[in-house]
């Protein structure tokens, strides 16, 4: 049986997946990423993944130093403004509308926002700038032998590789955690999201805005203008047969149910993709390492779409991995190594995951009562400006 040697073994192809080849392979690390899908780059194509990621501040470092930030830069949509707008009265119109503005803790924007598809594109051409990054598009993980000194990966195409770390980036239901037995919690909602991009009338001016009214949050995400219109992404998360409805509408019917639901902050919503339907749910691994394994991203953790949380866990992830991988690169994966990982990752994302669980239920609230109890949460966080700030911080990834 012939076996090829690398660094660093990365089971998915995904965002978190691109983005971890990319930072060890500009480190110095001999990598390999695997990926049962090839990545779709291109919107119009079949399977293209039309959400859109929004990169908050911390994550630039990272991606500048995997060389990924100067591809990304010239697409990027700033995100200045987080506007919360509760409609949860008798009629779906604002009344309570607060803005979070980045210049009360910086001079940056929060972050800046991408589309899913447009990330891979870039992603995957940094890679192939790099010679000591494999990218075995179309190949997945099969199975895994660990020992004390390395890890044995075989793969779909029944190649052997040993590897001194091994990387779980592979989703929510990765088979690399389930390999090693790593079991993990899952909590349902009851919902879906609809994710979809708009063109409206009035410009967004790099407000990203949450309208609150039941079944969840309505999110409008700044994108680059299209076809000359202001345009945004739009995650609605709501009730899973009704996302699936609302899938299934006629697009003039989908835009007017849309519309209203948005409670008109941009005035009438025009449909410039395709809709797509997404289960929420939320899911902590019982620990992020096993024996020559790390897990990272969905394979560690999953939280609702609120607060752009999620893909930045996962870059703190890596760039908590990374920075012990780089601290003593001879001890590459080793016990040591990875028991440091968890211990500094594992706690942070569960408390994070904690968080974002409350603020999902609040935003599902339904009742008359809890609707304006939330209302009344949004007018005196905003009152108190030292809280105030110090969420948004804690929102960029500050420690609480």
Same mark, same amino acid.
């Given at each position: ?94 009344? @309570? +509308?607060? %803005?979070?503005?980045? $210049?009360?803790? /910086? ?7 991408? &589309?899913?598809? *447009? ?78 991009? @708009? +063109?409206? %009338?009035?410009?967004? $001016?790099?407000? /990203? ?7 969840? &949050?309505?999110? *409008? ?100 991995? *990374? ?78």
């Amino acid at each position: 049986m012939s076996i090829s040697t690398t660094d660093i073994v990365i089971s998915g192809g995904g965002v978190a997946g691109l983005s971890a080849a990319a930072a060890f392979g500009s480190a110095g690390f001999d990598v390999v990423i695997v990926d049962p899908a090839p990545p779709v780059t291109d919107a119009q194509a079949e399977g293209a993944d039309l959400r859109t990621t929004a990169f908050l501040q911390p994550a630039r470092a990272f991606l500048d130093a995997a060389g990924l930030w100067s591809r990304l830069a010239p697409h990027a949509s700033a995100l200045q403004v987080m506007r919360i707008v509760d409609a949860g009265g008798a009629e779906a119109a604002p009344r @309570v +509308t607060r %803005d979070f503005n980045a $210049e009360d803790i /910086s001079s940056a924007p929060f972050g800046w926002n991408f &589309p899913n598809w *447009l990330l891979r594109r870039e992603m995957v051409a940094r890679l192939s700038e790099l010679p000591n990054v494999r990218f075995l598009s179309g190949t997945g993980f099969s199975g895994i032998l660990t020992r004390e000194r390395e890890a044995r990966v075989t793969l779909s195409d029944g190649q052997h590789i040993a590897a001194r770390l091994v990387i779980g980036a592979d989703g929510r239901n990765s088979p690399l955690r389930q390999a090693v037995g790593i079991a993990a919690k899952t909590t349902r909602y009851g919902q879906k999201a609809v994710t979809f991009a @708009v +063109t409206h %009338d009035a410009p967004h $001016e790099n407000v /990203s805005t949450e309208v609150h009214r039941t079944g969840g &949050p309505f999110t *409008l995400v700044p994108l680059p203008d299209h076809e000359g219109k202001p345009c945004s992404a739009v995650v609605w998360m709501t009730h899973g047969p009704d996302a699936q409805r609302l899938a299934n509408l006629s697009e003039a019917a989908f835009e007017d149910e849309a519309t209203e639901r948005s409670a008109g902050v941009y005035g009438p919503l025009k449909l410039a993709s395709k809709r797509l339907v997404w289960p929420i749910i939320s899911q902590l691994a019982d620990k992020m390492i096993a024996e020559r394994v790390a897990l990272v991203a969905e394979a560690a953790h999953v939280v609702p779409p609120i607060g752009a949380q999620g893909l930045n866990m996962s870059l703190a992830d890596l760039s908590c991995l *990374l920075d012990l991988a780089k601290a003593r690169p001879q001890d590459l994966g080793d016990r040591k190594m990875l028991e440091a990982y968890n211990r500094r990752r594992h706690p942070e994302v569960m408390l994070r995951v904690r968080g974002v669980d409350a603020l999902n239920r609040a935003s599902i609230a339904g009742s008359p009562l809890l609707r304006d109890l939330r209302a009344k949460g949004i007018e005196a966080l905003y009152k108190l400006t030292p809280l105030r700030r110090g969420l948004m911080r804690l929102g960029l990834g500050a420690r609480s």
